[in-house]
């Protein structure tokens, strides 16, 4: 591990406003996993700045970079184009079903009835990824899913801490 | 210089600085008298249509409260002496018992066509606008930039190895590698369906060089991003390497398709001056545009006098007053026309 590797995580770790500066700085970063211990430290520090989310949803090439990025976009003030990104990458069939099923989840935070088509749409596995994320991070569909049965869990939200997807 | 020669005369009048008197005669403009949608592409303007009851302009520049406004009233008064009857009536006071013929449309087609010479490098520099460019039938630019990336994009993705990685794999792999780090315990991730095969690929970035291209595709290009779905497809397949390809392509395309935009703006807003400058005029019209720049200049200077007076509560003119010998009959103003009235007469003449 790099000496970058661990500030990363020494930030990402920190749960501290005073380490938000240096981690959205972090998140453009040209090492992918410098770019997810950023994402995974916004998260856990609950920021809410969007512009950051918003360029990782334009831009991020890596996959386990957009799962959390697409867990963290449920919780900002995202723009239009932010939310086309999210709805292209849940449409997407191929798509590894956790990741769709946590666009959905995050679209269904902004727009609901757009985020409606796209459950409808999601094969029997992706469905019961998003049980699962819906059961974690509870959000506008806990109501119609959070209380059915799935197979997964929600590996993010464990990873980010259960207590930043409980809203007041 | 006319309509920037009486906002200059206006700014003098006030003892605007340097700043200011910009400020004011970009506010003199009024970009619909131009004609053309292209101009629309500089600031509104603040003060009504010329066409409005001459109660509701006198009216309104007796209001003015800045230099800003000042501008706005200065360019109203102008297009009004020039443009709406002003001039020919004046003209007509100034001809005597001679019938001044119907020359309306040609003065005020000179009015516009020295606006539009005037003012056409401040619009060549503002952004462009395309929904103008369409409305004047420019044809789009960049079309075959566009088509050309995308093909090089699809050559070029087409030329790399097949990647055998199975990426929801390595993505969960990667999470757990942080949890590790983190020391949270994560459960197993389930086994995904994994292929990282990239025939969608071809078809979501040839349809976007499928279509006629139109100047909302370049918008599209220009303010959006049309490759979405081909990075949802590429990082779907978990080809990093191709979502950083895209983007990269994205933003060099963008770079060079503002470009030609701008190149595209700036040539016809060039195309639309020199239109203006070869713009066929007669001697009588231009005499009696003549006579109403003149006037628009004197009358600017009357109008920043009586505003300056308010302004700074002196004594002075009233501004009402002011404003309403100067949207009235030109008849009662003759101290702003005769010095043309040998012109006019002459160019009677030799009609």
């Not at chain 1, 991020?60 to 957009?66: F, H, K, P, R, V």
């Not at chain 2, 709406?84 to 119907?102: K, L, S, T």
């Not at chain 2, 983190?182 to 990282?196: H, I, N, T, W, Y």
């Not at chain 2, 949802?232 to 030609?260: C, F, N, T, W, Y």
Request: net charge negative; aromatic share 4%.
């Amino acid at each position: 591990m790099t000496i970058e590797h661990e500030l990363g995580v020494v930030l990402a770790l920190a749960r501290d406003a005073i380490a938000v500066p240096a981690l959205r700085d972090a998140a453009g970063h040209a090492d992918a996993r410098i770019r997810l211990l950023a994402q995974l430290g916004l998260a856990r520090a609950g920021d809410r700045e969007a512009g950051v989310v918003e360029d990782g949803l334009a831009d991020e090439s890596e996959l386990a970079c957009y799962y959390v990025l697409a867990a963290r976009a449920g919780l900002v003030a995202l723009g239009p184009t932010a939310l086309d990104y999210l709805a292209a990458q849940a449409a997407y069939e191929p798509t590894p079903a956790a990741l769709r099923a946590s666009c959905v989840w995050a679209l269904g935070e902004h727009e609901p009835r757009r985020a409606r088509t796209l459950v409808a749409a999601l094969d029997g596995d992706a469905t019961d990824h998003f049980i699962a994320i819906v059961r974690a991070r509870g959000g506008g569909f806990a109501a119609s899913h959070g209380a059915l049965a799935t197979p997964h869990v929600d590996r993010v939200a464990l990873l980010v801490g259960q207590d930043r997807w409980r809203r007041a | 210089m006319t309509l920037l020669r009486a906002a200059a005369a206006a700014a003098r009048a006030i003892g605007a600085t340097a700043e200011e008197a910009n400020a004011l005669a970009v506010a003199a403009v009024r970009p619909a008298f131009a004609g053309s949608p292209l101009w629309f592409a500089l600031p509104p303007n603040l003060a009504p249509d010329a066409d409005a009851p001459v109660g509701e302009l006198i009216a309104w520049c007796a209001e003015v409260r800045d230099g800003e406004a000042l501008g706005a009233a200065v360019g109203l008064v102008h297009e009004v002496y020039a443009a709406h009857g002003w001039a020919i009536a004046a003209a007509q006071a100034a001809a005597g018992e001679r019938v001044v013929p119907d020359v309306a449309d040609a003065v005020a087609a000179r009015a516009r066509a020295r606006f539009v010479i005037e003012t056409a490098s401040a619009v060549a520099a503002a952004d462009p606008d395309l929904a103008a460019l369409a409305a004047v039938a420019v044809e789009p630019a960049g079309g075959d930039l566009v088509r050309g990336a995308l093909a090089a994009l699809i050559d070029t993705v087409a030329a790399e190895p097949p990647i055998g990685a199975r990426p929801s794999a390595r993505a969960e792999a990667t999470l757990d590698e942080v949890a590790a780090l983190f020391e949270v315990a994560l459960p197993p991730a389930a086994a995904g369906r994994d292929d990282a095969s990239l025939a969608d690929l071809w078809g979501a970035v040839h349809d976007l060089g499928r279509h006629p291209w139109m100047w909302d595709a370049v918008a599209e290009w220009l303010d959006g991003d049309p490759l979405i779905f081909a990075k949802a497809i590429a990082r779907g397949r978990g080809r990093a390497d191709v979502v950083e390809l895209i983007e990269r392509m994205r933003h060099e395309l963008v770079a060079r398709l503002a470009a030609a935009v701008e190149a595209t703006w700036r040539a016809e807003v060039e195309r639309t001056r020199r239109v203006a400058v070869l713009a066929e005029s007669t001697p009588l019209a231009d005499a009696i545009y003549a006579l109403a720049s003149t006037a628009a200049e004197g009358a600017a200077v009357r109008l920043a006098t009586a505003a300056r007076a308010r302004w700074e509560r002196r004594a002075g003119e009233e501004l009402a007053t002011v404003c309403a010998e100067l949207l009235g009959d030109p008849r009662d103003l003759s101290a702003l026309w005769e010095a043309h009235v040998p012109a006019i007469r002459a160019a009677l003449e030799a009609t």
